[in-house]
């Protein structure tokens, strides 16, 4: 599972434009081809998988003549990139519709893409009569016929298959970031975690060749992207559907091969799939990230049970021996979910000792909520608000204290660090290590954006690294 957080912290304001390399485009400034063709404006919701999506998809527009726009005012067609991992998120783009109801009377056309338009599907347009598109990830393919039918006069229009054996890729691909570029290696999920609606929203495991991975992993590097991070519910299942049969530990290897190519991540990792050489191939390859991202999701053997994850506790322990063993210092983060249906005090107390003993370098960390066709829908939704936010606090102050006194441990040591953030303040810049550490820190350089340093850490938080430009 990709989560929904992580790199999402954005510290420091950084211009769109220098972010993006592309010029962004205010009502006036349009031109003709733009203006007969249309104007869109687009908004994520969710996790990177979606942040991908959305890039995918807003190359596949510009390459058939749109023009993307800073401001739903400024658009003809309003998108929404949606998410319904958790109830919150998907209120969340209800009441985001809510807000554009009185745009679709000044003609615009508004669109609700990703796993709430798969979830909910035609019962979108029963909500929010005001939309004229529903399109789940598993049909983005289908967009450009689906945009020509709108155009065609037709008000409403679905695309709803998740038996689809596609892959989504496309020719032109608006990427965002100008350093770090999103790879999906993998689409859907064959897993059925009790709780998870991903197997719903995004349909079946499908994994790209990887003779088309590599060959878009070297147009990355001639473009000037460094780092590369693949992506997938559960990276490390890949199947290489072409007669290489390429395992997940040569794909990392091959991409990290690619002329250019400096950092390699991957994730999500599903605990039951990884296997020992993924940790061979980062002792191997320095290119290859040292961070792995396993989400456990509960300490407790019952409760993985009841949620079908398919490790017992134990089984995971081993595969967090296999890491901690590497020759290569591996960082290692999870996602937990607190207040599971039946979840016992004893039983989240077993997550609180497994914090303890695998000493994780981050966490991402839920609260249970019930979601559409999930079967621990059918389970009592036991645990009150208020003792899952409890327990949430609770886990929460464990984790803060384990990195904080890792961090603190760090103080003194150089790391290299690509620089992706500039702040507001003088000479204030931030970026990522390998083992994706955040590090906030000083450099009299006047440029640093997209370049690799080395920086000596000076002090520490517990959700970050400070420190100093070490030239
Ligand atoms: N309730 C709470 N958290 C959830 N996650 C997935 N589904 C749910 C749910 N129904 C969490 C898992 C997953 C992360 C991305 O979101 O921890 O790894
Ligand atoms: Fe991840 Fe399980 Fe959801 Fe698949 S079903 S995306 S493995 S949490």
Not at 224 to 252: C, H, I, K, W
Not at 344 to 361: A, R
């Amino acid at each position: 599972m990709i989560n929904c957080d992580l790199g999402m912290s954005k510290p420091f304001d950084i211009e769109i434009e220098r972010l993006t390399g592309q010029p962004t485009y205010s009502e006036a400034g349009l031109s003709v081809s733009a203006r007969q063709r249309g104007t869109f404006f687009l908004e994520t919701f969710g996790c990177q998988m979606n942040d991908h999506d959305s890039e995918k998809v807003a190359g596949l527009l510009l390459s058939r003549g749109y023009q993307q726009v800073e401001t739903p005012e400024a658009a003809s067609m309003i998108l929404y990139n949606t998410c319904s991992i958790r109830e919150k998120a998907a209120q969340k783009v209800f009441s985001r519709l809510g807000e554009y109801r009185e745009k679709q009377s000044e003609g615009k056309v508004i669109g609700v893409l990703g796993c709430v338009a798969q979830q909910e599907g035609e019962d979108i347009f029963k909500r929010a009569p005001w939309v004229s598109l529903v399109c789940g990830s598993a049909s983005y393919s289908k967009l450009p016929e689906m945009l020509a039918q709108l155009e065609a006069g037709n008000p409403r229009v679905t695309g709803l298959d998740t038996d689809t054996d596609d892959t989504f890729e496309t020719e032109v691909t608006r990427r965002d970031n100008p350093w770090r570029a999103y790879l999906t290696i993998i689409e859907g999920c064959d897993k059925a975690c009790s709780y998870c609606v991903v197997p719903f929203t995004r349909g079946p495991e499908r994994s790209r060749a990887s003779d088309s991975i590599l060959r878009e992993v070297r147009q990355l590097a001639e473009l000037g992207y460094s780092e590369v991070q693949l992506l997938g519910q559960t990276v490390n299942s890949y199947a290489d559907p072409t007669a290489r049969r390429m395992r997940f530990s040569e794909l990392l290897l091959a991409v990290a091969d690619v002329e250019g190519i400096r950092r390699v991540r991957f994730t999500t990792s599903h605990p039951s799939d990884f296997t020992r050489d993924i940790v061979e191939a980062i002792e191997k390859e320095a290119k290859v990230c040292d961070h792995v991202h396993l989400p456990v999701q509960s300490g407790s053997t019952r409760v993985l049970r009841a949620m079908q994850r398919t490790y017992s506790r134990e089984q995971y322990l081993e595969k967090i021996a296999v890491i901690r063993a590497a020759k290569r210092p591996i960082g290692i983060t999870t996602d937990i979910i607190v207040g599971f249906p039946g979840e016992t005090e004893s039983e989240f107390e077993e997550t609180l000792s497994l914090l303890e003993e695998v000493q994780y370098d981050g966490m991402f960390s839920f609260k249970y909520s019930p979601r559409p066709n999930t079967p621990s829908l059918s389970m009592s939704d036991s645990i009150s608000e208020q003792e899952k936010g409890r327990r949430l606090a609770v886990l929460q102050d464990k984790q803060r204290e384990i990195q904080a006194a890792k961090h603190a441990s760090l103080l003194g040591e150089h790391f290299e660090v690509l620089v992706s953030g500039k702040s507001r303040r003088e000479n204030q810049w931030t970026g990522y290590t390998t083992s994706h550490r955040m590090i906030n820190f000083t450099s009299q350089e006047r440029e640093l954006l997209g370049t690799y340093v080395h920086v000596k850490v000076t002090g520490a938080t517990p959700n970050s690294l400070v420190g100093e430009h070490a030239v």
